[in-house]
Structure formats: C-alpha cells, structure tokens
C-alpha cells in the first residue's frame, strides 16, 4: 500500500471516528453470564458441530445461537475491504459471555490466521462493545471477517435491540484500515498506530 492511500485511510476512519460521537450500550435486560453464539453460515454440519463443542455450547436454546451470512459480511465491510478478502464463504464463528460491568474486554482467538484478538477488541470497543468475554473460532484456517459482524449481531442479541448504526460503521471501517495496514507494516504496529490514534482524540 503507497504512503498516500495508507494515511488516506487512517484519516478516512478519523473523520468518521470524530464525527460518530460514540458512546457505550446500557445492558438493560442482559445479565453478566449471559452467552450469545454466532456461527457462520457456510460450516458444514460437522464443522458446526465442532464450533459448539469447543465452545462447550452442545445445548445452548436457540434463540441463544445465531447465523452470520456472508451477505452480512459484505454489508458490514464491504465498504472497505476489497471482495476477495471478505470472501465468499463464512466461516469464523464467535462466542460471546457478558461480563460484570467495569471488567472489560477479553478476546482470544483460534484458527483465524490473519486478525489478532487486539483487532477484535479495539473495533468492537469502538462499536460501544464493553465487559464481554470474546471468544473467536474457526475449525479451518481463515481470515475472520466473519467473526467481526457475529459480535455485532451477539450483542445486539444481548441487548434486546441494535447498536447504533454510525457505532458500526466506524468500527467496521477501522478493522478494514487496521486489516489493511496490517499487511503492510504488520499486525503489532497497525495495531498500535490505531490504539495511539483513538487515545489522542
């Protein structure tokens, strides 16, 4: 990526960043302990199988357990990310568990080859996101965009109704720029440069 398009990007998200004014959700009928699953929708049977087992959710209720699409995929990141990295296919799936207010953020991540748990954090913080436990799967080597646009949808889940639309935007936009410059001056510094950039403003 040429030095121009790199900082157009990161002053694209900026704007946009300045502009959401974004606050936190209040969980209003979510209780801590609380679980959501989103699993994608192009695991086979036995892959989906595999997902619940290790996250130890075999007989989670079904309005517990959700599907993301591709289609949703596109619809989140389609915007920035280029076609072929989002893919055709989703796979990566997510695990999220509501913590007690003021624990934060945890994530971890298994099978996903390119995003690294900060990513996660730092966008779905950005979407208003706080006091989870994250856990992101998948039972193939991808590269987990699927799993961005599961926590969404978990925690619209949780919440009883859907988190601000401009929250989402912009969280989608900054895990496009920090996926973006990840390739090019790597995952530790893309990830840096964002964190350094949303504490300065």
Do not use: C
């Amino acid at each position: 990526m040429k030095k121009g398009l790199r900082r157009a990007l990161v002053f694209s998200f900026l704007w946009v960043f300045l502009a959401a004014g974004i606050g936190h959700p209040v969980y209003a009928d979510a209780a801590p302990g609380d679980v959501v699953v989103a699993v994608g929708a192009d695991l086979t049977p036995e892959q989906r199988e595999q997902v619940l087992r290790t996250f130890g959710v075999q007989d989670i209720p079904q309005d517990k357990l959700i599907v993301v699409t591709n289609a949703e995929e596109h619809a989140l990141l389609g915007k920035y990310l280029p076609k072929a990295v989002i893919g055709t296919r989703a796979i990566s799936s997510v695990k999220v568990t509501l913590l007690e207010p003021g624990k934060g953020l945890n994530v971890r991540t298994e099978g996903i080859t390119y995003l690294t748990p900060e990513q996660y954090q730092s966008a779905a913080a950005t979407a208003g996101v706080k006091d989870a436990e994250i856990y992101v799967y998948a039972p193939i080597p991808v590269s987990g965009t699927a799993a961005l646009t599961g926590i969404v949808k978990a925690f619209e889940e949780l919440e009883g109704k859907t988190l601000d639309p401009t929250a989402k935007d912009v969280a989608a936009e900054e895990f496009s720029t920090n996926y973006l410059l990840s390739e090019k001056i790597g995952k530790e510094q893309a990830t840096a440069l964002i964190q350094r950039l949303k504490e300065e403003i």
